[in-house]
């Protein structure tokens, strides 16, 4: 699916969680997306772009509406969209694929090759990141969001692409927490923006060494590694609150 | 010199800095030392060790102050003592060897030699714990000075040993800056207490490699590894705030 030029952003629903935070449900195109913003904010508030891991929207919803209510506490709007092949989107065979490739060869206990890491995210790098993109221009024309804008990522070769290309984001916090194929470092090189980089030590799905030398690849001048003990998925309370401030620095 | 059982702790100047911390200068029989204790505390305040690095405290006056300060406004009290062989304390020959050993085969490029870490840490170690032991025991026996204890150090291996042995420490920061005898490792594994590790990535001094094996292999469950950009002394001002966080959360 190439996406059009300029998609138009449309709201399908519209709750309050609370006082505190709006919670609008959209399409971009063909893409679900949600967009939370500060139900306190006078003035447009700095956005963050939460992306989330390619599970769906709607598995990852308890993470996401979690982070967004942080976040809205800190005075940020957030917003997600659907990454290409999770949740409602139409399926992808090839990205289905090498998942199963992916999974084969670590049930086996087999390293896991370059070519199955290629075959796994460079397609999804390339097909996300124009959609984030996309958004990005859909949501910045909304009065009440401002600039500067945050990107928090749960696939590292996408917000790594996206800190290259695209010159509206900001500072980023990025999740380690996934393969890295070797073609990402060349671009770890080029990324100048502050980073605030999430390790789970013992996180079972991760290559912690080839998280440490990406981390060490990346050119920005700024750029801390926060490693916490515990899996995928349990990332402490206070490494949020870290994150938070991070982007309370860079954004505002 | 072997310590005295239970050396007198005498103070010898005091200042007040400004409004909020008193620093008080004292000896612990032959050992020079500073507390710094918030002016505002109503009840006895939760003590914060600071360990210097083995330059001197005259020589890190500012850097020591400036933590010291840092933690009053979190209302802790901080205390430090000289290191054995550093400051005014009496010269000590082996270790001045040691240290002329280690600055040899850097200057030469040669690899650095266990036998060198070895003679130049572990009588520190061996030296320096127990005089924190008498020093906690003085500390706490005034009135100002209450529990929790924490530990903030410049020597990862001094702190990795009192973490074992002294029961009285809760939680410390450890700064992963200086060369680790492989007799550490094993006790480290013994280490349980909440762990905050501050890692200078471009540390000129240190093995960034031996500095993230150490982490790995302190016991505790909770430990966290800050790595940031710069040398030796270049830890951002961000990192110190995260660090009296870290003992906020586990002292109070």
Known sequence: MALPKGPTMQFTSE????DAVLEREFTLGEIPGILWT????SAPAPLILISPPPLGLRKTYPRLVARARHSAAHGFATATIELPGSGDRPRWPAAEQALA?????????EPVSDEI????????????VPEWRAALDALLSLPEIGGP?????GVISIGT??????PRISAA???AGSFVPRAMFEEARQVTIPLHVLLQWDDEGNDRQAALDLFDAFGSKEKTLHANMGGHTGVPQFAGDAAAQFFTRHLK
Do not use: H, N, T, W
Request: charged share 25%; aromatic share 4%; no cysteine.
């Open 149 to 153: 804008v945050g990107y928090s990522g």
């Open 173 to 175: 916090v990025l999740f």
């Open 15 to 18: 709750q309050r969680l609370d």
């Open 161 to 166: 692409r996206l800190a290259v290309v695209e």
């Open 117 to 128: 890491i290629d075959a796994l995210i460079l397609p999804l790098v390339d097909k996300a």
């Open 38 to 41: 500060p139900g306190s904010a």
């Open 101 to 109: 490739d992916l999974r084969r060869a670590m049930e086996a206990g």
